[in-house]
């Protein structure tokens, strides 16, 4: 499924400088994994229909756009990794009930097994 965004004005802190420029970053996308997706690459692209600066003037329109993703570079295609969910049940324990700090009153290092399940 495309997702779509739709973004009317600028913040107040942006300068004409910083909407001019060769390469602007548009959005900033932070992606979950729906529950029941396979593992394994999934790929995805940016496409900008209308980019139009506060001036009303249209700079971008019907154009792709690069992706940064975890590789660090431009792409074409962004991808996003899916891993397998390992599940992992850890229990640890000690065979008494109670550990009693004796090192305070006796000055001597005390050790206690401690088994993991």
């Known amino acids: 499924r495309p997702l ?18 060769a390469a602007l970053l548009l959005v900033t996308v932070k992606l979950r994994v729906h529950i029941g997706t396979r ?14 600066n506060p001036g009303s003037f249209m700079f971008l329109s019907d154009v792709h756009g690069s992706v940064l993703d975890a590789r660090d570079s431009a792409n074409n295609e962004g ?3 899916v891993r ?3 599940e992992r049940g850890i229990l640890s324990y000690v065979s008494s009930a109670q550990l ?7 000055g001597t290092t ?3 097994k401690v088994f993991t399940v």
């Open 4 to 21: 779509r965004f739709k973004a009317v004005g600028v913040p107040d802190k942006t300068t004409a400088a910083d909407v001019t420029q």
């Open 39 to 52: 593992a394994g690459a999934h790929t995805f692209k940016a496409y900008t229909k209308q980019f139009i």
């Open 79 to 81: 991808k996003l990794y």
């Open 84 to 86: 397998t969910v390992a």
């Open 100 to 106: 009693a700090n004796w090192a305070v009153l006796t």
């Open 110 to 112: 005390q050790e206690h």
